[in-house]
T-cell receptor
């Protein structure tokens, strides 16, 4: 079953603009991770934020986590055409679970 | 470092047949997880192998089985293929579990006709 739900399902922006994607989840988590997928191929791990963290940065990526609202957001600043991909949030619920539970993803298109 | 490698890249099978997909984890990783990704959906967890045993299983029927070898490589077997099994099958490797993130292979695109 899907744990997370990304919003929006699709996003189209101009190169240089910022892109924001949101993720909501249902159960408590140990950490939340964001992945990128190009053209239906393998997923690339972007960033991980632990349940006791509120914000994390990595290069042009900024992730926030609000455990009270069970939501997270991924901000990509100064977008590039190469950022065109699908983005997924995945939750690690801990508590003896070893799986990652993914949302349905946001399809980002960056127009040159 | 070759990362996670999966074979084959593409596969076409007939309904009712059996298929075996293969995965070599990233060097140093001991845990392999398999995911099924239908078109337009997020990956769904099938199962995870650690120390040559299935450690956790998702909501998939017994037609889906797997194996992990002493060198940590893994196979996913699907019996009695259904049209609905058509999907991208992803292998992810990690060290001990997904706590620090997982490395994914490029996937095997399975088409059942």
């Amino acid at each position: 079953s899907q744990q997370g739900e990304e919003d929006p399902q699709a996003l189209s922006i101009q190169e240089g603009e910022n892109a924001t994607m949101n993720c909501s989840y249902k159960t408590s988590i140990n950490n939340l991770q964001w992945y990128r997928q190009n053209s239906g191929r393998g997923l690339v791990h972007l960033i991980l934020i632990r349940s006791n963290e509120r914000e994390k940065h990595s290069g042009r990526l900024r992730v926030t986590l609000d455990t009270s609202k069970k939501s997270s957001s991924l901000l990509i600043t100064a977008s590039r055409a190469a950022d065109t991909a699908s983005y997924f949030c995945a939750t690690d619920s801990g508590a003896g679970s070893y799986q990652l539970t993914f949302g349905k993803g946001t399809k980002l298109s960056v127009i040159p | 470092d070759a990362g996670v490698t999966q074979s084959p890249t593409h596969l076409i099978k007939t309904r009712g047949q059996q298929v075996t997909l293969r995965c070599s984890p990233k060097s140093g990783h001991d845990t392999v997880s398999w995911y099924q990704q239908a078109l337009g959906q997020g990956p769904q967890f099938i199962f995870q192998y650690y120390e040559e045993e299935e450690r956790q299983r998702g909501n998939f029927p017994d037609r889906f089985s797997g194996h992990q070898f002493p060198n940590y490589s893994s196979e996913l077997n699907v019996n009695a293929l259904l049209l609905g099994d058509s999907a991208l099958y992803l292998c992810a490797s990690s060290l001990g579990g997904p706590r620090a993130g997982a490395f994914f292979g490029q996937g095997t695109r399975l088409t059942v006709v």
